[in-house]
């Protein structure tokens, strides 16, 4: 039997992105949301500038620079899950463990898969956002 870190996340966490509306004005959600998409890119092009120096770019760096990249994935992770972007919080995870282990390739890997989650979790935060001030 698999356990619950094998399944895919979904794209978005309806119970996590719900439970802000039950706290909040519509229009307060959605000032969240756009400032956490904001801050999200922001990140992930940080994340694309890692990944576009290269596998080896944290092999070679000093520790502050490989500090620097695993607090970068680390807020990645919390502010996407803040907001019910799972499967981008999971992806985020995973490389944070792959800086904080060094495997270089796993790097690479978990920073394309990241970068490659942008567009579908942001337009199904931003989808999620305009359905709750419709409603």
Known sequence: MPDDHSATPPILDRT???SLAEVMAPDAVMTV?????????????????MAARG?????SAPASAEAEAELLAHDLAGLSGQVGLAAMAAAARELERAIRTGEELHIAAAA????GLREESLGALSAAARRLILD
Do not use: K, S
């Open 112 to 115: 394309d898969a990241l970068i």
């Open 16 to 18: 996590t992105f719900d």
């Open 55 to 59: 596998e080896d770019a944290l092999e």
């Open 33 to 49: 949301v756009v400032e956490a998409a904001e801050d999200i890119g922001e990140r992930l092009d940080r994340v694309a500038a």
